[in-house]
């Protein structure tokens, strides 16, 4: 990955830059409160999110199982690898009279540095109804294999975008 490109947002009061986060990517527990919902559902409602931090990506959230509303997860086939986290796995979501096929994935044994994310699961933002942060709804990143939530709270640029597949 090369150096961050020109037009690198300055973060302002309350922000952070995506260019600042890590990598490798680091986990990290918080507080916030996250929310999902899907087919007219709220399926996941929260307070113990962890979110992954990655230069040039927007944040991944990740929430317990637990926290899912009941039913609101069914395995599906497949599986990817990532260099840092290890092999994860998909999950459908469901809520209401909505799936969304392979919205979720998880690490059943994530790498070393990771134990953070064992026990939960993430969602792509794309493939739901909708996400909030504290209150706020997520803009998904650009391109179908990121999963990074975008709040006033990130600037960028973001990888994903157009021109964007040499950082």
């Known amino acids: 990955m090369s150096g961050p490109p020109d037009g690198r947002a300055v973060p302002g009061a309350g922000q952070e830059s995506v260019w600042d986060y890590p990598r490798p990517p680091r986990a990290e527990a918080t507080g916030e409160h996250v929310t999902v919902a899907l087919g007219g559902v709220v399926i996941v409602d929260t307070r113990r999110p962890v ?3 990655e230069t040039s990506h927007p944040p991944t959230y990740y929430v317990p199982r637990s926290d899912f509303l009941e039913g609101a997860l069914r395995e599906a086939r497949g599986s990817s690898y990532c260099e840092w986290k290890g092999l994860a796995s998909y999950c459908d979501l469901v809520g209401g009279q909505r799936v969304a ?3 979720g994935w998880y690490y059943p044994q994530p790498a070393e540095g ?3 994310l064992h026990g939960l699961v ?3 933002p794309a493939a739901v109804d909708g996400c909030t942060v504290d209150g ?3 803009r998904a990143q ?3 294999f990121y999963g990074g939530w975008i709040t006033s709270r990130v600037v960028g640029p973001f990888k994903g975008e157009p021109g964007t597949t040499w950082w």
């Open 136 to 138: 706020e709804r997520v």
């Open 101 to 103: 096929g392979r919205a």
């Open 51 to 53: 979110r992954v931090l």
């Open 114 to 116: 990771f134990e953070l």
């Open 142 to 144: 650009a391109g179908d």
């Open 122 to 124: 993430a969602v792509y």
